[in-house]
């Protein structure tokens, strides 16, 4: 079975400038989370999809921020102007479907530099 | 509101000896709670999660955490160290009912030889 695929791996920018991060989850999971991790810190979520609808975006920060999920698979998270605060590992997961018990996958993650 | 500390932002040990990771954490209902590991360069695995069954729980590569309601602990422990298990252990909570982990800042264990 394919795990949570992301691209690009890689992403160097200079602040002010915009980016976008692509997330494929697993197969047939309803529920995908974008999570942000800051160097020397937990993952924290920033929003949570089940299928293409949002449950929690309490903690992405609106300005700047913005994610989709057409058609319930593919997801995509965009910022836009990037500040130097935004440097951080931003990772993908999904899971089957949502409850408590139900294990989020991670994708490997997408590493963003903002210059 | 929940959340999760980690004594000990790096622990070494020994190939071969005792590995003990510490997890405290806060919440004002009864959690579930998880233990994910990180590889450089990749993302998060499942280890075992307690989900109010057996507080004792099992999880993979050799991996276990009890849950002790007293003290607001679920430490991750493993009673041979290989040097594979080197890696960032992270901690998560979440309130039954809510699917939001809200992750420790996570301990970096290296194993030496």
């Known amino acids: 079975e394919a795990g949570v695929a992301q691209s690009p791996r890689y992403k160097i920018i200079e602040k002010r400038q915009s980016v976008a991060f692509w997330c494929n989850p697993i197969s047939g999971h309803a529920t995908l989370y974008w999570y942000q991790q800051i160097l020397g810190q937990g993952p924290k979520l920033l929003i949570q999809?089940?299928?293409?609808?949002?449950?929690?975006d309490s903690q992405l920060p609106k300005d700047r921020f913005s994610a989709e999920r057409l058609k319930g698979v593919d997801s995509t998270l965009k910022i836009q102007p990037a500040k130097l605060e935004d440097s951080a590992v931003y990772l993908c997961a999904s899971s089957l479907d949502h409850g408590t018990v139900e294990t989020q996958y991670f994708g490997p993650g997408t590493r963003l530099l903002v210059l | 509101a929940q959340s999760v500390t980690q004594l000990g932002s790096h622990v070494s040990v020994s190939e071969g000896a005792l590995v003990l990771l510490r997890c405290n954490y806060s919440?004002?209902?009864?959690?579930?709670l998880f233990w994910y590991v990180q590889y450089p360069n990749q993302g998060l695995q499942l280890l075992l999660k307690?989900?109010?069954?057996?507080?004792l729980v099992k999880g993979i590569n050799g991996f276990e955490a009890e849950f002790k309601k007293s003290e607001t602990s679920f430490h991750l422990t493993k009673p041979s160290a290989h040097m594979s298990d080197a890696a960032e252990y992270f901690c998560a909570v979440s309130e039954s009912g809510s699917e939001k982990l809200v992750f420790g800042k996570g301990t970096k264990l290296t194993v030496n030889p």
């Open positions: 919440s004002s209902v009864p959690p579930y």
């Open positions: 999809f089940q299928n293409n609808g949002v449950v929690d």
């Open positions: 307690y989900t109010s069954a057996a507080t």
